[in-house]
């Protein structure tokens, strides 16, 4: 099961980058494909997330989790959610404040993981 963990972890990374990739493609070409990219990279988050918390809690890895840390994650990764699903709706170059917001919420998840 390690191995399926570890896939889960690499794909979560990537989402991850998917995210900041969507997020740099749209500051530097606003009227770029960018929010399709920022959808699938948010859903990529929740889904593996939920997977890797899965598999941790009932024990088929050596990894203990912190329900506290991962509820946190997932109420800020369905907002990034949310933001991402509402961006690609709008027209092109508009709700700058939400795009700022999913940038930010999707920092503080990243800093959520990593010094919590
Ligand atoms: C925007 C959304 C998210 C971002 C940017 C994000 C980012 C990260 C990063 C950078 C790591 C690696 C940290 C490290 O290994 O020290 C990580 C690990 C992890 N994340 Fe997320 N995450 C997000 C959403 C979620 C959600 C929604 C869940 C659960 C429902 C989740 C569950 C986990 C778990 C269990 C790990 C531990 C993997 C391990 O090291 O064993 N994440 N996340």
Redesign the pocket.
């Known amino acids: 099961m390690n191995i399926v963990?570890d896939f889960?972890?690499l794909v979560?990374?990537l989402?991850?980058a998917t995210?900041v990739a969507g997020v740099v493609l749209r500051l530097a070409a606003p009227n770029g494909p960018s929010g399709m990219v920022l959808v699938a990279?948010?859903g990529a988050?929740?889904i593996?997330?939920?997977a890797?918390?899965g598999i941790?809690s009932a024990g088929l890895?050596d990894?203990d989790?912190n329900h506290t840390?991962?509820?946190v994650?997932?109420g800020?990764?369905?907002i990034?959610?949310v933001l991402a699903h509402i961006l690609q709706r709008k027209p092109k170059g508009t709700a700058q404040g939400l795009f700022y917001a999913l940038a930010g919420?999707?920092?503080l998840?990243?800093a959520?993981?990593?010094f919590w």
Do not use: D
Request: proline share 0%; hydrophobic share 65%.
């Open positions: 963990y889960l972890v979560h990374l989402g991850m995210i990279g948010a988050q929740v593996t997330g939920f890797l918390t941790a890895v990894n989790i840390k991962i509820a994650k997932l800020v990764a369905v990034v959610l919420f999707t920092l998840n990243v959520v993981a990593v």
